[in-house]
């Protein structure tokens, strides 16, 4: 799998709302559970939000829940983030990730690809 991110638009202010989405290549999307992180400066690598191969089931950080949306498309296989309410404690590159292990997890090192990144900056 090669994931793709969207970039650009992601300087906002406090109170915005954002929409990131994460094309994969190849023609088996749908075996994958799709994961969101991200990383601030100085910080190590966070999970943020996670999705099962058929999108019934969902998990989110506890930072995020409410405030975030974890979604996929699979016939434009496609995941999505939406994130609503965007806080200065938001800020850091975001990255999507797609694990072939059975069940969603919050765990990177069950992902086997990862996107390229795109950075997020929230401002008050």
């Known amino acids: 799998q090669v994931l793709r991110v969207e970039s650009g638009g992601g300087l906002v202010q406090a109170g915005d709302s954002l929409r990131r989405s994460c094309v994969a290549s190849?023609?088996?999307?749908?075996?994958?559970?799709m994961g969101w992180f991200r990383q601030a400066p100085g910080k190590e690598r966070e999970f943020v939000a996670a999705?099962?191969?058929?999108?019934?089931?969902?998990t989110y950080a506890d930072t995020v829940e409410v405030r975030f949306t974890i979604s996929r498309d699979n016939a434009k296989n496609t995941v999505y983030l939406q994130m609503n309410s965007l806080n200065p404690e938001d800020t850091a590159v975001y990255y999507c990730?797609?694990?072939?292990?059975?069940?969603?997890?919050?765990?990177?090192?069950?992902?086997?690809?990862w996107g390229q990144g795109t950075q997020v900056t929230v401002s008050s």
């Open positions: 190849g023609r088996t999307f749908s075996s994958y559970a």
């Open positions: 990730a797609a694990g072939p292990a059975l069940g969603i997890y919050a765990d990177p090192r069950k992902y086997a690809y």
């Open positions: 999705i099962s191969r058929s999108g019934g089931s969902t």
